[in-house]
């Protein structure tokens, strides 16, 4: 029997509408598989350093006006504003910059090596699901006297392209940088404290020196015991930071923005919609490719009809006579997602030595996560087909009973 149906569908099969199928089905697949394999790419690139695919993140500050300059007016933040902005819907997570109640003086170098500079600075804290470098040395020890500190990579850029420079200094690398031990002065209203910090990464959002939180928390206590801590600035997290409610309120409160966090915000919600529309056209093309395909059977099981009713009837069973059409669609499902990860393949080894040449540390994701949602795709797929195919020739046994 399976010899018979074969050999009716040699004789009958449209060779340029399957065809037409696989191409339309694997221009769907791949454009799928290739969004899939690229997101996973890129995420890291630009997640594993200043979260670019994180929700955004956008730092909000009061804005300094000359009345308020004149009568002292403090621009920090009033826990009633700050309840007010937590409870916006447009708000996910809300963090407070801690300012150190206490005065910084750093020295690097020393006199015996005849190079020592020495300046005023400033510390400040914010909770760690805000930070957006990674690093296993941001943690405070309590009964050791180092302290970890994440400067603004502006800084240092400063330092290398301008300062240094114009001044005939030597340029400092992010891997020296964290090697120079800086000796603190830490001066409070009940004492003095001597620390030794060592920066251990840069940031690009948060342009700040920055502190752990427990450090800053327990400076704070010891040092200026009777004045607290008031935020001049927010960071809020959003999931769509070019939500105009966001600026309709910021506006109306008299807020600013950090430029640049908002900015990075918006392109990475730009990204985030991109590779969404893109998925979205590729499985809009593979659902069509399917329809293509189911209706490329039908058309075959309908021209068969007659004979199909006379097998049917001398005794095979209607998941018989389905069989070698269910094995069609199970070879081009098959063929279509061996062909669409060849693509992906092939365009990876054109877009990773670009990613790569944008960080010298990028490793590529996995290839695993593409692999899964093409085999789920392709079982999907042949599951409905199967279905489709079964209910058709019942439908044909039932109408010549």
Not at 288 to 308: D, N
Not at 322 to 328: G, N, Q, T, V
């Amino acid at each position: 029997m399976n010899r018979l149906l074969n050999k009716l569908l040699r004789h009958h099969i449209n060779t340029w509408q399957l065809a037409g199928f696989v191409l339309a089905n694997l221009c769907g697949m791949a454009i799928v598989l290739a969004a899939v394999q690229f997101h996973a790419d890129v995420k890291p690139l630009f997640a594993a350093g200043d979260s670019f695919l994180r929700p955004g993140q956008v730092v909000v500050t009061k804005r300094v006006s000359s009345v308020g300059t004149l009568t002292g007016k403090s621009p920090a933040f009033s826990e009633k504003e700050i309840r007010r902005m937590q409870q916006q819907p447009f708000v996910q997570r809300l963090g407070q910059y801690t300012p150190a109640m206490f005065s910084v003086f750093a020295t690097i170098g020393s006199q015996q090596m005849g190079m020592e500079f020495s300046t005023e600075m400033f510390f400040e804290a914010v909770p760690d699901e805000f930070i957006d470098v990674q690093t296993d040395k941001w943690s405070y020890d309590p009964e050791s006297d180092d302290v970890p500190i994440i400067l603004p990579r502006a800084y240092l850029n400063l330092y290398n392209f301008g300062f240094a420079s114009s001044q005939g200094l030597p340029t400092i690398s992010e891997k020296l940088a964290g090697k120079v031990a800086v000796r603190l002065r830490l001066t409070g209203t009940h004492g003095v404290k001597l620390k030794t910090g060592r920066v251990v990464a840069f940031s690009r959002r948060l342009n700040t020196i920055l502190v752990p939180q427990q450090f800053l928390d327990h400076m704070n206590q010891q040092l200026s015991p009777g004045r607290t801590p008031q935020a001049a600035r927010l960071i809020i997290e959003t999931d769509n930071p070019a939500d105009e409610r966001i600026a309709q309120y910021l506006s109306d409160m008299g807020y600013d923005t950090e430029a640049n966090d908002a900015d990075a915000s918006k392109t990475a919600s730009l990204m985030r919609i991109i590779i969404t529309v893109v998925l979205a056209v590729g499985l809009l093309i593979s659902a069509l490719a399917f329809y293509v395909l189911l209706l490329s059977i039908f058309l075959l099981l309908q021209k068969h009809t007659e004979k199909i009713d006379n097998l049917l009837l001398i005794g095979y069973s209607p998941a018989s006579v389905a069989s070698p059409f269910r094995l069609l669609a199970l070879v081009l499902n098959a063929l279509v997602l061996v062909l669409a990860l060849v693509a992906v393949v092939l365009l990876r080894q054109w877009y990773l030595p670009l990613l790569g040449s944008l960080d010298a540390r990028f490793e590529p994701s996995a290839f695993v996560p593409t692999l899964l949602t093409g085999v789920a795709l392709f079982l999907l797929v042949t599951a409905i087909n199967h279905i489709a195919i079964n209910r058709k020739v019942r439908a044909i046994w039932h109408m010549h009973e």
